[in-house]
T-cell receptor, first 111, second 114 residues
Framework: GENVEQHPSTLSVQEGDSAVIKCTYS??????FPWYKQELGKGPQLIID?????GEKKDQRIAVTLNKTAKHFSLHITETQPEDSAVYFC??????????FGAGTRLFVKA | DAGVIQSPRHEVTEMGQEVTLRCKPI?????LFWYRQTMMRGLELLIY????????DSGMPEDRFSAKMPNASFSTLKIQPSEPRDSAVYFC????????????FGPGTRLLVL
């Protein structure tokens, strides 16, 4: 089955700097890669997603890149702000609706 | 829409007791998911339904866990008997295939089994 690895587990950046979170997946059939943000005491919330027929997608300060050959994808947050502090999860889905999540990255943005 | 609604938000029970978690998905969504989140194992899919029918329950840990969806607006996850290792946050999420397959998560139920 699918396995998703996520790094780093913790990331601390200064406000205004960029943050990068990387994930790898094992199932070459995976074709959908969402990213979720989870704030304390809340459920995960989708922030951006990318499909296997696209190499890069951007939404304001957030961008995601996908390398199908290497089976890895990354989340890039530019101009980080304190409100970006949260736990971020990458995920992969091969078919149907079974989504496999990475272990999460706790992002701290220091003001 | 109020989003996915879960109840209770917190549950403390003693080992051996039955626990029932409840979920109301977003109206019009035809997929419903139950997840469990722990520090050790992260976010795990337990089971998901499509049009009230269980599609994949391979993530259900053991026979003590059961889930039902009697109608499109209600689902339950039951643990009987509960054990301390069941302590976790349980999330319900719903989705509509027509809406970019986004899963909308509820606020979760924090379960503590003593």
């Amino acid at each position: 089955g699918e396995n998703v690895e996520q790094h780093p587990s913790t990331l601390s950046v200064q406000e205004g700097d960029s943050a990068v979170i990387k994930c790898t997946y094992s199932d070459s059939a995976s074709n959908y890669f969402p990213w979720y943000k989870q704030e304390l005491g809340k459920g995960p919330q989708l922030i951006i997603d990318i499909r296997s027929n696209v190499g890069e997608k951007k939404d304001q300060r957030i961008a995601v890149t996908l390398n199908k050959t290497a089976k890895h994808f990354s989340l890039h947050i530019t101009e980080t702000q304190p409100e970006d502090s949260a736990v971020y999860f990458c995920a992969a889905r091969a078919g149907g609706f079974k989504t496999i999540f990475g272990a999460g990255t706790r992002l701290f943005v220091k003001a | 829409d109020a989003g996915v609604i879960q109840s209770p938000r917190h549950e403390v029970t003693e080992m051996g007791q039955e626990v029932t978690l409840r979920c109301k998905p977003i109206s019009g969504h035809d997929y419903l998911f139950w997840y469990r989140q722990t520090m050790m194992r992260g976010l795990e899919l337990l089971i998901y339904f499509n049009n009230n029918v269980p599609i994949d329950d391979s993530g259900m840990p053991e026979d003590r866990f059961s889930a039902k969806m009697p109608n499109a607006s209600f689902s339950t996850l039951k643990i009987q008997p509960s054990e301390p290792r069941d302590s976790a946050v349980y999330f319900c999420a719903s989705s509509s295939f027509g809406e970019k397959e986004t899963q909308y998560f509820g606020p979760g139920t924090r379960l503590l089994v003593l």
